[in-house]
């Protein structure tokens, strides 16, 4: 299930990942085969998931839809191979298999940028190290070429509507230190995200959406590091997260190697660590497939923006009138406010995203049209089946927003 990953790299995981492993390591040679198999059965009752594999050549439109309409996670292998990054920013492979990046090169090249570091508490003696987060590496170099976008992941309405109106996009590298890694969290909007590694391996821990509630306590706040087993123990986490053991049981990983690329799907949870140096290039981005869920995530987004106000007002005007013997009643909330909120909090108000939703009908209709004239294949179903959904989520929004 690891596929071919040397064993250098299993000897930089942490105990504290190591024990979440759904297969362990690979032994020492001279390990009894006998206990090597009660190992492996122990973990198979564990209950969790393994994540599918899959070479890019079998890789096929129809066959990668399956995964976006089943909202499914897989990876992919050999599709960097070819791109300039992939070539440019990796050191020759020492005698560990591992490789290193050429961060004298990026600096050389790209040294004078603005970029966001992130301070990374490193499970090891070294403490913390600075790693490199959503540096919008493509929309400041775009003449570089560093990557081409893989066909399945091309029907992109976020990032195509950002470069068409000039507003923020979601094309990001990442340059993480080894032992570095990323907190509990699931990607904007609720979206789809890609994932290429153009150097080194990466440890990934996701849970579908049904594990959410189990993550997430009362006040919207979810588990920070499910590898902190100190944490866990605690009385206050066990009253947070009572049903933690239940996502921990529904967890999927899957060890990242270079020149492949992972696709997460929309609502999933997901915290990664570096278990080498890595660079990576990432977008969030939804279309059709995940439309849905994308507009189940902005109504929540707007209900508590609205909540959020109810409460904040209330209690102001309860407090005004505290000696008052009128019926006290919520004041309406400004709609305005809301939307500020909304925005403050999420990216994005209710507006934003209509205007995202008319551009994607826009160009998934001339898409539809073209089609028409030439073939009545997949990219035809897929079109159609794109602008059904927009016309339902659209009717939807003309109804209650």
Known sequence: PWGNVPNAVFRLIPDSYSTLLARPPPPSPDAPSQKLTDERKRNEDTGSGQIPHMDHSQMTPKLFSGYMERNEPIVIHGLPQDWKSFKEWNKPEDETRI???ALDQLKSEFGKSNITLSSGKVERPEGRKMYVKDWHFPREYPEYNAYNVPEHFRDDWMNRYATETGSDDFRFLYIGPEGTWTPLHRDVYCSYSWSANVVGYKLWILFPPSATSHLV?????CVYNISDTKTAKE???QESFSHFKEAIAQRRMVLQP?????????GWYHQVYNITDVISINHNWFNGWSLPRVFKHMQDEMQIAKETLEGFQFDSFT?????SNQERKKP???TNAVQQLMKANTGIDCRGFVDLLCFASDWKLNDLTRLELQEHGWKHKSAAHALSQLETILSEIEKCW
Do not use: Q
């Open 235 to 237: 009385k206050r986490f």
């Open 99 to 101: 490789g290193t990046a």
């Open 319 to 323: 407090e005004l009138n505290i000696n």
């Open 217 to 221: 306590d009362k006040t919207g706040n």
């Open 258 to 266: 270079p020149d492949s690329v992972i696709f997460v799907p929309s």
């Open 332 to 334: 309406e909330v400004d």
